[in-house]
């Protein structure tokens, strides 16, 4: 069981992070700009590597590619509207397990850099361990329109940040939607989401869709306070020890939420950074990734039964 504590590492590794973004309560998403700067000069943005990764987790951001190259399953581009009626569509990765079974639905949310190739190979890994993988670009719209087309990290920061909180949720229920009217598909849906994505995860808890089972924050700050109590559905909180400028906010929703007689449970990992499942050539990071993950898929196939 994740442990409901702050550790005294969060203080360390994230000081210029939060003097150049203060965080406040009613801020309703977060801002990586710092952070992709650090893992940039950590090599956590790297794409060249060798091989595909540790078995059973995600690749890192250098194994993404040969690890999508060398996948079994059947991984497709598709494209929704992001509601009902509207001429607007999302582009999104769909991978599907290798299954006899109808399957849950996971809603992979993209960070700040958009739907990369990292993002689909996670996507990928959902689906070996299970899960219908829906991967929306929310930048979609943004853009101009749905394309396959990987953004380069400075254009996707920039249009990301015109993403607010209610087209957000807009896109993930589509694609939660589009997800579980496949044929093979349960209807029932979970998300998951990283920095950016991590911060929309615990916003779209809020937002409480329709057959929503859960949600997994990897380092995302939490929402405003006052909106805690329209959650429903259990929250899975996973952070790295190194970054205080996010910790900040897990006291407040820990406590929140406690009060309020609902699930929200984390782990914070010593010595692991910001976006430690993606920069695991980091030997600190790599760790919290091979503990994270596991816990990861436990919580999805207890809550989308």
Request: aromatic share 10%; proline share 5%; net charge positive.
């Amino acid at each position: 069981m994740p442990a409901r504590r702050l550790t005294a590492l969060a203080a360390l590794f994230a000081i210029s992070a939060c003097t150049a973004q203060r965080w406040s309560p009613s801020q309703t998403f977060d801002d990586h700009t710092v952070h992709a700067a650090m893992m940039e000069r950590a090599g956590g943005l790297s794409t060249q590597g060798q091989g595909t990764g540790t078995p059973g987790i995600p690749a890192g951001n250098a194994e993404a590619a040969a690890r999508l190259a060398a996948s079994t399953r059947h991984g497709e581009w598709v494209k929704f509207a992001w509601e009902p009626g509207s001429a607007d569509s999302i582009m999104a990765w769909v991978v599907y397990p290798e299954s006899k079974k109808k399957a849950p639905v996971v809603v992979v949310i993209h960070e700040i850099f958009g739907l990369s190739t990292w993002v689909r190979g996670v996507a990928d890994q959902l689906a070996a361990d299970g899960f219908i993988a829906v991967a929306p670009d929310l930048i979609s719209k943004a853009r101009g329109g749905p394309s396959v087309d990987e953004l380069a990290r400075d254009s996707a920061t920039k249009l990301i940040r015109t993403v607010d909180v209610a087209t957000m949720n807009k896109g993930v229920f589509a694609a939660a939607t589009y997800g579980m009217s496949l044929p093979a598909a349960q209807k029932k849906y979970g998300v998951v989401g990283y920095c950016w994505g991590g911060s929309a995860t615990f916003n779209h808890a809020v937002f409480n869709g329709k057959n929503f089972g859960g949600g997994v924050v990897y380092y995302g700050t939490s929402p405003n306070r006052d909106s805690l109590p329209r959650v429903q559905a259990p929250v899975l909180g996973l952070y790295g020890g190194n970054d205080a400028r996010v910790n900040a906010t897990i006291g407040y929703a820990d406590t929140v939420m406690t009060q309020l007689k609902k699930s929200y449970t984390y782990k914070i990992f010593d010595g692991a950074g910001h976006g430690f499942l993606r920069a695991q050539e980091q030997p600190a990071n790599l760790e919290a990734a091979k503990q994270a993950w596991p816990m990861t898929i436990e919580f999805f196939k207890k809550n989308l039964k």
